[in-house]
């Protein structure tokens, strides 16, 4: 069955520790997303990627890094620079950027221990 | 930024009854789209509504456009247990790129 798959689905970051949560999509998909969701909020976007080897910041990136090397796959690092790292992330896919319906993956919870 | 606002954040019907969800936004989109959410879980797209639509059904779902009023609703009908979940809409437009901007969200309970 095509879908996302993020991974792990719950993660314990330490203070000064990068931590990267896992993204893959076998829908074949070229535009890929991270949100981030706080408790009671909509959606913030933090990066996506229209293709391959390209990327652009949405509007909560500062703390946050991502790669997108393969087609099915966009990784995200919260980096130490990310003061509030805790919440529940989101990766989503969709045929193309804008005007398409996205899929979603079942999110990570990522917790400061 | 948040474009979209749900009205009400929260709504609690019995089962068997139709539950309304409002949006509004503040600038000129070009699709708008809801999504239910299950608690703890990822997004489910619903419905996609282009911007010279008024309406649009699927199943027990009904959602509205009203482009001069820049507000949307989704009807759910006969509601279920199953249907307990939060549903956001998200629009796009050219000013956000056409990346989706989304709203906070109502939390639907349904009681059996």
């Known amino acids: 069955d095509g879908g996302i798959t993020q991974s792990p689905k719950y993660l314990f970051r330490k203070e000064g520790q990068n931590v990267t949560l896992s993204c893959e999509q076998n829908?074949?998909?070229?535009?890929m997303y991270w949100y981030r969701q706080d408790p009671g909020q909509g959606l913030r976007l933090i990066y996506y990627s229209q293709i391959v080897n390209d990327f652009q910041k949405g509007d909560i990136a500062e703390g946050y890094s991502v790669s997108r090397e393969k087609k099915e796959s966009f990784p995200l690092t919260v980096t130490s620079a990310q003061k509030n790292p805790t919440a529940f992330y989101l990766c989503?896919?969709?045929?193309?950027?804008?005007?398409?319906?996205?899929?979603f993956g079942d999110g990570t919870r990522l917790s400061i221990l | 930024s948040q474009q979209g606002e749900e009205d009400p954040q929260a709504l609690s019907i019995q089962e068997g009854e139709n539950a309304t969800m409002n949006c509004s936004y503040k600038t000129s989109i070009n699709n708008l789209q809801w999504y239910r959410q299950n608690s703890g879980r990822g997004l489910v797209h619903l419905i996609l509504i282009r911007s010279n639509e008024r309406e649009k059904h699927s199943g027990r779902l009904r959602v509205t456009l009203d482009t001069s009023k820049k507000s949307s609703s989704l009807l759910i009908t006969a509601s279920r247990a199953a249907d307990t979940a939060s549903y956001f809409c998200?629009?796009?437009?050219?000013?956000?790129?056409?990346?989706?901007?989304w709203g906070a969200g109502t939390k639907l309970i349904i009681k059996p």
């Open positions: 829908l074949n998909h070229d535009a």
């Open positions: 989503a896919s969709s045929m193309i950027a804008g005007l398409q319906p996205q899929h």
């Open positions: 998200a629009t796009d437009s050219m000013d956000s790129n056409y990346q989706l901007i």
